[in-house]
Nanobody, 124 residues
Framework: EVQLVESGGGLVQPGGSLRLSCAASGFIFGIYDMSWVRQVPGKGPEWVSSIKKFGSTTDYADSVKGRFTISRDNAKNTLYLQMNSLKPDDTALYYC?????????????????WGQGTQVTVSS
């Protein structure tokens, strides 16, 4: 069974930083692209970032480019999202998802390979 468990969310002031982690199990982590997606209540999910299976290629939404960094440790089956210079608009539930951008966007209805999410709140 595929399991993705996010952690690291919390309350942070504007300009602050957080590091999200996603522990993966139930599949061979190292052969899959991985992504982060976020969602604000009442709005559709927003793709944030993706990383290729070997970590050599990353991609970011324009809204987070230059502030967020996605990375992975295939030996630990863990995905990360370092978030710096956080803004109130970054407040959302952040999900870890198996697959690249196209796969994750196509799976927004079933969310079959998504975690349960970790809440990030940016507020003073």
């Amino acid at each position: 069974e595929v399991q993705l468990v996010e952690s690291g969310g919390g309350l942070v002031q504007p300009g602050g930083s957080l590091r999200l982690s996603c522990a993966a199990s139930g599949f061979i982590f190292g052969i899959y692209d991985m992504s982060w997606v976020r969602q604000v209540p009442g709005k559709g999910p927003e793709w944030v970032s993706s990383i290729k299976k070997f970590g050599s290629t990353t991609d970011y939404a324009d809204s987070v480019k230059g502030r967020f960094t996605i990375s992975r440790d295939n030996a630990k089956n863990t995905l990360y999202l370092q978030m710096n210079s956080l803004k109130p608009d970054d407040t959302a539930l952040y999900y870890c998802a198996r697959g690249g951008r196209a796969e994750v966007v196509a799976d927004t209805r079933t969310r079959r390979y998504w975690g349960q999410g970790t809440q990030v709140t940016v507020s003073s």
